[in-house]
């Protein structure tokens, strides 16, 4: 069965102080795997989009990074701003092309 | 702003009655989705429709229905609420040619009582 599973489920971070967030899946085959950000009350927002293992894509303070079995998205030096929920999914091959299947999110807090 | 519009924004509903909910996807995105996202919990694909046509679902019961038209946009309908069904619901669209990245609206809360 296809899953996704982020861990920290929260972390509280002093701005400037840089982290990591994990997302480990298991998926019969990767068609992509997607990173939103959600503010609370709101829709997630479309971050990245990774496609092989190896592949890397940053923006901004944020870099996300891809190998088989996990993705990390890493934050360097972090502000207040930064504080919201980090949403990963996984885009499964051979079924709908927006079935996305989510893992619960990492709340970050980024305290000034 | 993703170009993704829902509407209403709020609605409460009383248990057993049912609801449309309604999307615009952005501009020349073919392929909409709708996704139920209760507190604390990622988002959960309900079905996604491409040339009007149903042509993927998840784990939802049929009173979980929804509509595509000639414009792309969407309407998602689910009759006999019951409690259980209060969440925020997530429209989002997609075409092959914007890279099939996929943008979501800004939701609808859905409070049954």
């Known amino acids: 069965e296809d899953q996704v599973t982020q861990s920290p489920e929260a972390l509280r971070l002093q701005e400037g102080e840089s982290s990591s967030l994990n997302c480990s899946y298991t998926?019969?085959?990767?068609?992509?795997l997607f990173w939103y950000r959600q503010d609370p009350g709101k829709g997630p927002e479309f971050l990245f989009t990774?496609?092989?293992a190896g592949e890397e894509k940053e923006k901004e303070r944020l870099k996300a990074t891809l190998t088989k079995k996990e993705s990390f998205l890493h934050i360097t030096a972090p502000k207040p701003e930064d504080s919201a929920t980090y949403l990963c999914?996984?885009?499964?091959?051979?079924?709908?092309?927006?079935?996305?299947?989510f893992g619960t999110g990492t709340l970050l807090a980024v305290q000034p | 702003e993703t170009g993704v519009t829902q509407s209403p924004t709020h609605l409460i509903k009383t248990r057993g009655q049912q609801v449309t909910l309604r999307c615009s996807s952005q501009?020349?995105?073919?392929?909409v989705s709708w996704y139920q996202q209760a507190l604390g919990q990622g988002p959960q694909f309900i079905f996604q429709?491409?040339?009007?046509?149903?042509?993927g679902r998840g784990n939802f019961p049929p009173r979980f229905s929804g509509l595509q038209f000639p414009n792309y946009s969407s309407e998602l309908n689910v009759n006999a609420l019951e409690l259980d069904d209060s969440a925020l619901y997530l429209c989002?669209?997609?075409?092959?040619?914007?890279?099939?990245?996929?943008?979501f609206g800004e939701g609808s809360w859905l409070t049954v009582v």
């Open positions: 501009s020349g995105h073919n392929t």
């Open positions: 989002a669209s997609s075409s092959a040619r914007s890279g099939n990245t996929i943008y």
């Open positions: 990774l496609y092989s």
């Open positions: 998926v019969s085959g990767l068609r992509g």
């Open positions: 429709y491409y040339r009007e046509e149903e042509n």
């Open positions: 999914a996984v885009l499964p091959r051979g079924g709908a092309t927006n079935k996305l299947i």
